[in-house]
Nanobody
Framework: QVQLVESGGGLVQAGGSLRLSCAAS????????VAWYRQPPGKQRELVAH???????NYADSVKGRFTIARDNARNMAYLQMNSLKAEDTAVYYC???????????????WGQGTQVTVSS
């Protein structure tokens, strides 16, 4: 059982930045790939970025060049640095641990409670 706790969300003006954190309870955290998802109001959850066990990252086209995913295996932590935020980035953001195969991410059933990001225009 992996417990994930997201933090760092909030209200920010368009063009601003936020850094989200994900704390994992699992000491084997380094054996998993990690992903950030988001769920905008009234929409389905979507994959934003993921990072492999070896540190290879991939991003949705909508956030490329603005968001950076990172991980610190020694601390069982993952991060999402979000710059140049837009109103359409408003969503609840979730982290997930899973697996990557050929740059594709497969999610697990382990989700945090999410953290709200609201970008005002």
């Amino acid at each position: 059982q992996v417990q994930l706790v997201e933090s760092g969300g909030g209200l920010v003006q368009a063009g601003g930045s936020l850094r989200l954190s994900c704390a994992a309870s699992e000491d084997r955290f380094g054996l998993y790939a990690v992903a950030w998802y988001r769920q905008p109001p009234g929409k389905q959850r979507e994959l934003v970025a993921h990072i492999s066990r070896g540190g290879i990252s991939n991003y949705a086209d909508s956030v490329k060049g603005r968001f950076t995913i990172a991980r610190d295996n020694a601390r069982n932590m993952a991060y999402l640095q979000m710059n140049s935020l837009k109103a359409e980035d408003t969503a609840v953001y979730y982290c997930n641990v899973g697996y990557t195969t050929d740059s594709s991410y497969s999610s697990s059933d382990y989700w945090g409670q999410g953290t709200q990001v609201t970008v005002s225009s």
